[in-house]
């Protein structure tokens, strides 16, 4: 029998949101050309499966950043695009993946702030942030409006990813919010990096209000954890926990402001370094 490692569905004009084990993917078509926004971590083929869908060759993937639930499948096209400290760890498996399942054989082209690849009457930007994990890039699609954040802006978002200090600082976070604030007028929709639907933009002012609360000193008690939905797929890698080993739970904190949960180290709350961190995160 055959395994199906993908479900998908069309959320917009010549859009379709691919879920599967690891993170969501959204493949974006144009008049000659698609690509895939972030690949996820499952073990099928994934270009095969969207070059199906579109009928169009997909050859390229946006990736939003660099932990391997993100980029696992990138080794199945040719070339991803995604930030320089993300492209030193998007080919390490940050969950227990078995790396011999993976191809790794794939071009990757480093971005920042401004950089635009058309695909034929459609057009994306990217938007360089920090939060998350280092050199995220939020990918605006100029022409469609929607904006693709990965998991800097989400349900949850986790400034605290592994555990490894130095942390991703709130400010610094609040400040790449702001960036995404000021373009609020490009943008009508987002869809982000474990999300089953394209959702209001009104998600980035929720992001800065809760941003707002924790840097006044708030926080709020944590949500309950929430099983991995059953379309993510019955085979597929097995999440391993981070090694916590000289981490203070005491540190953890959570603040929401409606749809949004935010993550952090209340030690790296208002701290301005940008950090050039790599390896554990």
Request: proline share 6%; aromatic share 10%; hydrophobic share 35%.
């Amino acid at each position: 029998m055959d395994i199906q490692y993908f479900t998908s569905k069309k959320v917009w004009e010549d859009t379709w949101l691919i879920t599967s084990h690891g993170s969501t993917s959204y493949l974006c078509a144009g008049k000659e050309e698609a690509l895939v926004i972030d690949t996820g971590d499952s073990y099928g083929n994934l270009r095969e499966y969207t070059e199906q869908l579109c009928k169009k060759p997909v050859r390229m993937v946006l990736n939003t950043h660099g932990h391997f639930d993100h980029t696992g499948l990138n080794g199945y096209f040719d070339r991803a695009y995604l930030g320089r400290l993300a492209a030193e760890i998007a080919r390490e498996p940050n969950g227990g993946q078995p790396i011999e399942r993976y191809p790794m054989d794939y071009e990757i082209v480093t971005v920042d702030d401004g950089f635009v690849l058309d695909i034929g009457g459609r057009k994306f930007e990217a938007i360089r942030m920090d939060g998350h994990s280092p050199d995220s890039i939020a990918w605006l699609d100029l022409t469609n409006r929607i904006l693709f954040t990965g998991d800097n802006l989400a349900g949850m978002v986790p400034l605290n990813y592994k555990c490894v200090d130095p942390q991703p600082s709130m400010l610094l976070y609040m400040m790449s919010v702001a960036k995404l604030l000021a373009r609020r007028d490009e943008y009508d929709l987002v869809g982000y990096g474990h999300g089953r639907e394209l959702v209001d933009a009104d998600i980035v002012n929720h992001a800065m209000m809760a941003a707002l609360r924790a840097l006044d000193g708030e926080t709020d008690p944590a949500d309950p954890p929430h099983p991995r939905p059953k379309e993510d797929g019955v085979i597929g890698p097995v999440d391993v926990p981070p090694d916590l080993t000289g981490h203070d739970p005491a540190d953890d904190a959570f603040v929401r402001y409606k749809d949004v949960q935010i993550m952090f180290n209340k030690r790296y709350l208002k701290d301005a370094t940008r950090y050039d961190i790599v390896k554990g995160t």
